[in-house]
T-cell receptor, first 114, second 110 residues
Framework: DGGITQSPKYLFRKEGQNVTLSCEQNLNHDAMYWYRQDPGQGLRLIYYSQIVNDFQKGDIAEGYSVSREKKESFPLTVTSAQKNPTAFYLC?????????????FGDGTRLSIL | KQEVTQIPAALSVPEGENLVLNCSFTDSAIYNLQWFRQDPGKGLTSLLLIQSSQREQTSGRLNASLDKSSGRSTLYIAASQPGDSATYLCAVDRDDKIIFGKGTRLHILP
């Protein structure tokens, strides 16, 4: 079955530590996205990538970094500069752009601070 | 700046009732509008996608309408079931980015 796999499901970060969230898709989609979801809030876009080796900042990119070395993979690093990283992180993909196709989502990674 | 609002934030209805969830957006220049379902601790599942040129889409007991000129969409759920309990989010698509509402948390009472 095609889909998006996020790992780990739960992640804990110590002060001053960088952590990386994995997102892999086998849908052959060009575009991939990272969202952050806080309780009672909508999803906010962190970064997105429409093609390999290219990505753009979303609305809340500060304290995060990404790479897109392969079409299937779009890892997100939460750096120590992100002072409030506790949230639910969702990865999504779609065929190039989102124009006529729905986005597909992974099951998320919940990040907490130790 | 595009803003998406969903009212109410939470809704409880008895099983079997028909119900309507509302979504409004401030900028009518959208490519499409999607309705998603999110179960607790899970990702989002796309329910219906309405293109900007369409007025409505139907899937089973779900019907979504779109009125671009007034910046409104509704999700109609017929004959609600306990399994429909979830958070429902609407999102509008413009310039290859999707803007989400905060969702309506729906609870169907058995």
């Amino acid at each position: 079955d095609g889909g998006i796999t996020q790992s780990p499901k739960y992640l804990f970060r110590k002060e001053g530590q960088n952590v990386t969230l994995s997102c892999e898709q086998n849908l052959n989609h060009d575009a991939m996205y990272w969202y952050r979801q806080d309780p009672g809030q909508g999803l906010r876009l962190i970064y997105y990538s429409q093609i390999v080796n290219d990505f753009q900042k979303g609305d809340i990119a500060e304290g995060y970094s990404v790479s897109r070395e392969k079409k299937e993979s779009f890892p997100l690093t939460v750096t120590s500069a992100q002072k409030n990283p506790t949230a639910f992180y969702l990865c999504a993909s779609s065929p190039y752009g989102t124009g006529n196709q729905p986005q597909h989502f992974g099951d998320g990674t919940r990040l907490s601070i130790l | 700046k595009q803003e998406v609002t969903q009212i109410p934030a939470a809704l409880s209805v008895p099983e079997g009732e028909n119900l309507v969830l509302n979504c409004s957006f401030t900028d009518s220049a959208i490519y499409n509008l999607q309705w998603f379902r999110q179960d607790p601790g899970k990702g989002l599942t796309s329910l219906l996608l309405i293109q900007s040129s369409q007025r409505e889409q139907t899937s089973g007991r779900l019907n979504a309408s779109l009125d671009k000129s007034s910046g409104r969409s509704t999700l109609y759920i017929a004959a609600s079931q306990p399994g429909d309990s979830a958070t429902y989010l609407c999102a509008v698509d413009r310039d290859d980015k999707i803007i989400f509402g905060k969702g309506t948390r729906l609870h169907i009472l058995p």
